[in-house]
């Protein structure tokens, strides 16, 4: 077997667990431990994994945000639930701003219902999707590759960004401590900002497993958006302190949505 396709097999294997022990692969794949780490070090230098003490993880942590790949085939429920939400806040005709994430990229599917629109991303999964949509006008942001996250990055996205003016712009965060949202690259959480800073209408999307979450880097406080959409399940200690706080959080039941697409 090539080691592209040995590479591809460790994938599938370690997204879909999450995580795994060396000595568990050794003896699945039937391979030495050498070839192992070999393996998993060209996987994380991809941006596919990490690497642990006698480990490997595809979970976030504090510090690392999960492959784009592991993060998609997660959620997918409650993604679809926050997106279908977040349609209340599209007119036909208006431009629209997604970042990377992949409920963003939930958005991202629906918007050819509220046809027409300029949609402005640096997602490549969102960039795709929508590429031969009839009556959207796809503006692609540049940048840096980064494997991780599926998308472009740094200076030049930036720069772009400021360069534009949107309606409502759609963004997502690894994490919500009090009424802070986090996330755990400093790089997103820059390219984050730059499109908020041009959106008439800020709109957070986080399912309720982000709340007390942690992550790095302190994105913005809940003020800052006109509407934090997240999913039902967040503790009632969590819904009075934001009402408190004066944020203005819809909560979206993921488990109606379920029942009417089984309808």
Known sequence: MKAAERREQFAEYILKSGYARIDDLVERFGISRMTVHRHLDSLERQGMLR?????VTALPSALYESSFRYRATIGLPEKQALARAALEFVDPGQAVILDDSTTALAVAGLLPEVRPLTVITNSVAA???????????LICLGGEFNRTYNSYLGLLCEQTIAELRVNTVFLSASAVQGATAFHQDEEVVRVKRAMMAIARTRVLLVDHNKFGAFALHNLSDLSTFDAVLTTDGLAEEHCAALANAGINLRIVPADELARETKA
């Open 127 to 137: 960039i795709e999707r929508l590429s031969w949509v009839d009556d959207i006008e």
């Open 51 to 55: 690497k642990l003490h006698g480990a």
